[in-house]
């Protein structure tokens, strides 16, 4: 009769485990979509200012400091995000150079 209860006892332990974990699971994701999310409209707000930058460009050079400007605020995001596993081995070969 005892080692019923202590076999019930552990199964429940067991899933209530498992439910708190899965909540954890799930509340980590919704952080990651929210970040990815985020990240997404930096993006968009980048690119549409890159956008404005190129259409009130009046010649070759105007057009090549949009991109400079795109490019080095592009850098900052990552760099400040961390960056991803590419980023993180791209800056390593080119400081390898």
Same mark, same amino acid.
Request: one cysteine or more; a positive charge; proline letters at 0%.
């Given at each position: 009769?005892?080692? !019923?209860?202590?076999? +019930? *006892?552990?199964?429940?332990? @067991? %899933?209530? %485990? +498992? @439910?708190?974990?899965?909540? #954890? #699971?799930?509340?980590? +994701?919704?952080?990651? !979509?929210?970040? %990815?999310?985020?990240?997404?409209?930096?993006?968009?707000?980048?690119?549409? #200012?890159? $956008?404005?930058?190129?259409?009130? *460009? !009046?010649?070759?050079?105007?057009? $090549? *400091?949009?991109?400079?400007?795109?490019?080095?605020?592009?850098?900052?995001?990552? $760099?400040? @995000?961390?960056?991803?596993?590419?980023?993180?081995?791209?800056?390593?070969? &080119? @400081?390898? &150079?």
């Amino acid at each position: 009769m005892h080692l !019923k209860k202590v076999l +019930f *006892a552990s199964c429940l332990m @067991s %899933a209530l %485990a +498992f @439910s708190v974990a899965a909540k #954890e #699971e799930k509340m980590t +994701f919704d952080q990651k !979509k929210e970040k %990815a999310m985020s990240r997404l409209d930096k993006h968009i707000k980048m690119l549409s #200012e890159l $956008k404005s930058c190129i259409q009130g *460009a !009046k010649d070759k050079s105007a057009m $090549k *400091a949009c991109r400079k400007s795109h490019k080095s605020q592009m850098k900052e995001m990552r $760099k400040s @995000s961390g960056g991803g596993k590419r980023h993180r081995q791209r800056n390593k070969q &080119e @400081s390898d &150079e």
